[in-house]
T-cell receptor, first 115, second 113 residues
Framework: EAGVTQFPSHSVIEKGQTVTLRCDPI?????LYWYRRVMGKEIKFLLH????????ESGMPNNRFLAERTGGTYSTLKVQPAELEDSGVYFC?????????????FGPGTRLTVL | GESVGLHLPTLSVQEGDNSIINCAYSNSASDYFIWYKQESGKGPQFIID?????DKRQGQRVTVLLNKTVKHLSLQIAATQPGDSAVYFCAEILSGGSYIPTFGRGTSLIVHP
């Protein structure tokens, strides 16, 4: 069974540009989560989808971040315009049940560098 | 807001030694805790969990200890191997809430052969 995949693995952009990150969850997982880790700091929750609906987006830092999950399959996270402080590793995770926190599978992450 | 923290950002050990990674949490209402291992180029991977009604739980070569009195969590790795080199994160969850884990900063474990 394929795990959670993320694309791209690395992205280097300049301040002010737009970047779109993609996450493909494990097939059949209704729950999809986005997290971010800024260098040397903790992994922080961004938002949670249940199928195509945003269940919790309390962690989204500001309106430069837009997450979508059209059709309830893959998800995209767009940053527009990117700022220096957006640099970090963006993780996606998926789970079958909403409260299966020990069954939340993470992707390898996308390392975003904003210059 | 309350958050999970770690005492040591980097831990270096010799192969075969036992490793202890510590974590302090501040939300006394958290009732579920998880340790994750993140290897280079990969995402966090679940290692072991413990509920707040327990003070110890053992897995294969790993033991998690929970001290609710001082809000302290530790991960013990027995006979540490080079393959254990990774960043380890603790996370706390308030299961009556959103079920979203709150992560600590992470501890880098370096195992020297």
């Amino acid at each position: 069974e394929a795990g959670v995949t993320q694309f791209p693995s690395h992205s280097v952009i300049e301040k002010g540009q737009t970047v779109t990150l993609r996450c493909d969850p494990i097939s059949g997982h209704d729950n999809l989560y986005w997290y971010r880790r800024v260098m040397g700091k903790e992994i922080k929750f961004l938002l949670h989808f249940v199928k195509e609906s945003k269940q919790d987006e309390s962690g989204m830092p500001n309106n430069r971040f837009l997450a979508e999950r059209t059709g309830g399959t893959y998800s995209t996270l767009k940053v527009q315009p990117a700022e220096l402080e957006d640099s970090g590793v963006y993780f996606c995770a998926s789970s079958q049940r909403i409260n299966s926190y020990n069954e939340q599978f993470f992707g390898p992450g996308t390392r975003l560098t904003v210059l | 807001g309350e958050s999970v923290g770690l005492h040591l950002p980097t831990l270096s050990v010799q192969e075969g030694d036992n490793s202890i990674i510590n974590c302090a949490y501040s939300n006394s209402a958290s009732d579920y805790f998880i340790w994750y291992k993140q290897e280079s180029g990969k995402g966090p991977q679940f290692i072991i969990d413990i509920r707040s009604n327990m003070d110890k739980r053992q897995g294969q070569r790993v033991t998690v200890l929970l001290n609710k009195t001082v809000k302290h969590l530790s991960l013990q790795i027995a006979a540490t191997q080079p393959g254990d080199s990774a960043v380890y994160f603790c996370a706390e969850i308030l299961s009556g809430g959103s079920y979203i884990p709150t992560f600590g900063r992470g501890t880098s474990l370096i195992v020297h052969p």
